[in-house]
């Protein structure tokens, strides 16, 4: 619009110059030497605008030409970076494919086209990984130290391979370096938090954790529980070290978070029994069973009163029937303990209960001893066996990550990631990692409250 306007405006102005020569004629001489010159003003005002024009037109090509190399040498330039964003955007989609040999070669070219450029020395650090050659990829991340463009990436991608190589000492002073350049960063808290783990940095890492609750990194639920988690750890850590006060401090702050987790429960039960809170050590096992039954938990119940007979131990763990009616564990941990106490009815009738809500092989593995114990056919026992066989598994510690199936809890699962063990019901083709059998009764008593086989 603007544009328009100012031509208009010249374009009025030179109609209004034209029209006054026009209104206006007269002539003009022009003396040069002993010659005269003698013309119309108009013709004279025509040949200077045409001179001027002239000379216009010549100034601009002498522009032309001696601007034309450095015109060429940019033209080049900017054609080499056009190619060489071209392959450095055709390595980053073979990078994410996958593709090893089409990186390389993408990555080749644009390490020839656009050397200097920081993404370059990113491509060529990934083909470095995709090809296991992390020498080469740590070189040319230490090399991208050196630019501040490029510098969080490149500590962050020498901090990713000191982990590979569980190599923490050197992975602790990357991390040192990433905290002081951009502590806020949510792949920083998320990796300080996993190195912290990995080392056995537990308070360290519930630092890490409260950042990730404030960012909102992960759910409300699973804060909680991985809080409960390193309190646990640092209850263990105690232990080992034989401070059973402070493991208890931090045991009961585990349990108050989570009183279902079944390995603080544990550890803080046992604590508080060791320094003669046998009520609290029985309240922790009772909140916990309260929370979710669980046959080490009634283990830990059976023995919290040394020298019972078995029937006084059956009579006395009534309480854990009577927190969970409807619980099958809760009739299947009182069956095993009315085994041992040769109360073949009363286990019985556990059994059958349990047989009604949710069996699971060792409902009829049980059903097969009571049977065996209290002098049933070979036929019989067999028959319980056989459908043992056919049975939903028994709940383990399964693998979030990975699927395996482990014996016992630990914070680590197979694929060495924090905190994927959870306490539920495999799939029928698992198998135990680290088991050859199926686990038998979970209740572990001493040898004087064993059964012997019927005679």
């Known amino acids: 619009?603007?544009?328009?306007?100012?031509?208009?405006?010249?374009a009025l102005l030179?109609?209004?110059g034209a029209a006054w020569l026009a209104d206006h004629p007269g002539s003009a001489t022009i003396d040069i030497g002993d010659a005269v010159i003698e013309m119309r003003l108009g013709m004279l005002v025509l040949g200077i605008a045409i001179a001027a024009l002239v000379l216009a037109?010549?100034?601009?090509?002498?522009r032309w030409l001696t601007h034309a190399p450095g015109r060429y040498r940019g033209w080049r330039r900017r054609s080499r970076e056009l190619r060489g964003w071209q392959e450095l955007s055709m390595g980053l989609v073979a990078a994410a494919a996958g593709d090893p040999s089409g990186l390389r070669g993408h990555a080749r070219q644009a390490m020839k086209l656009i050397p200097t450029n920081p993404a370059v020395r990113v491509l060529t650090a990934q083909t470095a990984l995709l090809e296991g050659r992390e020498d080469v990829a740590e070189e040319q991340y230490k090399e991208m130290l050196d630019d501040p463009a490029t510098e969080l990436l490149a500590i962050r991608g020498l901090l990713t391979s000191a982990m590979r190589r569980q190599?923490?000492?050197?992975?602790?002073?990357?991390?040192?370096?990433?905290?002081?350049k951009h502590a806020a960063a949510p792949w920083v808290i998320q990796t300080s938090f996993d190195l912290f783990t990995r080392t056995g940095r537990w308070r360290d890492a519930i630092t890490m954790l409260e950042d990730m609750q404030r960012l909102r990194l992960l759910e409300p639920a699973l804060i909680t529980r991985r809080r409960a988690v390193l309190l646990h750890m640092l209850a263990v850590d105690a232990v080992e070290h034989d401070k059973l006060r402070e493991a208890i401090r931090e045991g009961r702050k585990a349990t108050d978070?989570?009183?279902?987790f079944v390995p603080a429960a544990l550890v803080t039960s046992d604590v508080a029994r060791r320094l003669g809170k046998s009520a609290e050590?029985?309240?922790?096992l009772e909140r916990s069973w309260g929370a979710g039954p669980h046959p080490l938990i009634a283990q830990a119940y059976a023995g919290l009163v040394p020298n019972e007979t078995p029937a006084e131990k059956l009579s006395r763990c009534q309480r854990l029937l009577d927190l969970q009616p409807n619980h099958v564990e809760a009739h299947v941990s009182l069956a095993e303990l009315a085994i041992n106490a040769q109360?073949?009815?009363r286990a019985r009738e556990l059994l059958e209960r349990a047989l009604q809500l949710e069996p699971t092989a060792r409902v009829f593995r049980l059903m097969a001893e009571v049977e065996r114990a209290?002098?049933?056919?070979?036929?019989?026992?067999?028959?319980w066996l056989t459908r043992a066989v056919d049975a939903a598994p028994d709940p383990a510690w399964v693998c979030e990550g990975t699927g395996a199936v482990l014996a016992q809890w630990q914070a680590f699962g197979p694929n060495g990631q924090f905190d994927t063990l959870r306490w539920t019901t495999p799939p029928k083709v698992s198998a135990l990692a680290g088991l050859s059998e199926p686990p038998g009764p979970m209740l572990i008593l001493s040898e004087s409250d064993r059964i012997q086989p019927a005679t």
């Open 1 to 10: 619009m603007v544009r328009l306007l100012i031509f208009l405006v010249v």
């Open 14 to 16: 030179i109609a209004s």
């Open 57 to 62: 037109i010549l100034i601009e090509l002498y």
């Open 167 to 180: 190599n923490y000492d050197e992975a602790l002073d990357y991390l040192g370096l990433a905290r002081r």
């Open 257 to 260: 978070l989570q009183p279902g």
């Open 281 to 284: 050590a029985r309240k922790i």
């Open 343 to 345: 109360d073949w009815n």
């Open 374 to 383: 209290s002098g049933a056919s070979a036929e019989r026992v067999q028959e």
